[in-house]
């Protein structure tokens, strides 16, 4: 497989990898990718049906990364998930007249090694996108959507997870994460308005930012140059946000605040009260207000193993439905109940942004953005 794919055009995956599985000896192979709203697995063969990730077995397998069996028209139909990292793409369907350990381990290699082979192709292939959107992106949400990493990013030590809602219609919402040695970077933006203008200026801060940080800037100065450049090329806007840095290996958390809602502390089943709460700075963008001279402030605090950190917009707090707000305790009681019941962090997002949705009828008057950070070091080794 890894042989031939280098020679093959996208679309002509799928039967690559049905021969490839029958060459394991198994009856062959199909591929679904979860779409960009994750209610839907797509196969990637045209000609197969659509399935729901709530409500199948296949669903089952992508909502707990875990293998499951069914037995379809007198065959055996082994769901395996497709998993980059802590990021979920999918999963792979694999049929068989019979199942043992051996069959059963060359499913998970295919799978494996399928999930690099997707994630390398879909960095320069329009297809696989096309194939896991249900309806039409605006254009300033597909501005915006280039920018953003993939859902989840992580380590043994460190998950960081996220999702944002309305899919295809983005205003100036977004999130960012990424690993550097020990360092899990994250940060979560709000730009003012809902249109192309506010777009390019969440775009912009998520470029400095990452420009600054691969520059080893520390936080303070990755701010100042966000400010530089707001105010140079887009003066009459601004943008809210909280970047962090999460040392991976001590727990040490470093943040700052740009007039945004404050991070949450979720430790065991409870929310600490004003734990990550400090006093609030203006906007990025609008760094004139600070003073003469003055640089952002740089909070810094130590998380215990198994801590949550929360960031968040105020349209997932906000969200109504008439006169009734989702707000901030049922927001956090959904991620310790979920938490409690064992899912997974990807999972529980995936199930809360699910649910804002269902309580504002599907049509959010504006971003929601959630950020999950979850800190779950190994013990240390006693030999």
Request: charged share 25%; glycine share 8%; net charge negative.
């Amino acid at each position: 497989m890894l042989a031939d794919v280098h020679a093959i055009v996208p679309y002509q995956l799928p039967g690559l990898v049905d021969r490839c599985a029958r060459a394991l000896g198994l009856s062959g192979a199909t591929i679904y990718m979860v779409d960009l709203q994750q209610r839907i697995l797509v196969p990637l063969d045209e000609q197969d049906d659509r399935m729901p990730v709530d409500d199948s077995t296949a669903g089952w397998a992508y909502r707990t990364v875990s293998v499951r069996l069914e037995e379809e028209l007198g065959e055996l139909v082994v769901w395996v998930p497709l998993v980059d990292g802590a990021e979920r793409l999918g999963v792979l369907g694999v049929r068989s007249a019979s199942m043992d350990a051996v069959r059963l381990r060359r499913c998970r290699l295919l799978a494996h090694t399928l999930s690099m082979v997707v994630t390398t192709k879909r960095t320069y292939s329009d297809w696989f996108v096309a194939r896991t959107r249900t309806r039409p992106m605006h254009a300033h949400t597909e501005m915006l959507r280039a920018f953003l990493p993939p859902r989840s990013i992580g380590t043994t030590s460190v998950i960081s997870t996220g999702v944002l809602e309305p899919a295809y219609d983005l205003g100036g919402d977004a999130f960012d994460h990424s690993l550097t040695r020990n360092t899990l970077h994250a940060g979560i933006f709000d730009s003012m308005g809902h249109n192309l203008a506010s777009g390019l200026t969440t775009a912009v801060a998520l470029a400095c930012c990452r420009n600054a940080r691969r520059s080893r800037a520390d936080l303070s100065e990755m701010l100042d140059s966000v400010d530089r450049a707001l105010a140079q090329w887009l003066p009459d806007q601004f943008c809210t946000g909280v970047v962090c840095q999460l040392d991976a290996d001590t727990g040490v958390l470093r943040w700052s605040n740009c007039g945004h809602p404050a991070p949450l502390l979720i430790r065991g089943q409870r929310v600490l009260e004003r734990a990550l709460d400090r006093p609030s700075e203006p906007p990025m963008g609008l760094h004139g207000l600070l003073g003469p001279g003055a640089a952002r402030a740089v909070h810094e605090t130590t998380l215990e193993p198994g801590d949550r950190v929360l960031l968040y917009t105020d349209g997932v707090t906000e969200a109504r439905r008439g006169g009734d707000e989702f707000g901030l305790e049922r927001f956090a009681d959904f991620i310790i109940r979920s938490a409690a019941a064992g899912e997974r962090p990807a999972e529980i997002l995936r199930l809360l942004i699910h649910d804002i949705l269902d309580h504002h009828n599907d049509r959010l008057t504006d971003d929601a953005t959630i950020l999950l950070i979850e800190w779950q070091p190994r013990p240390a080794s006693s030999g």
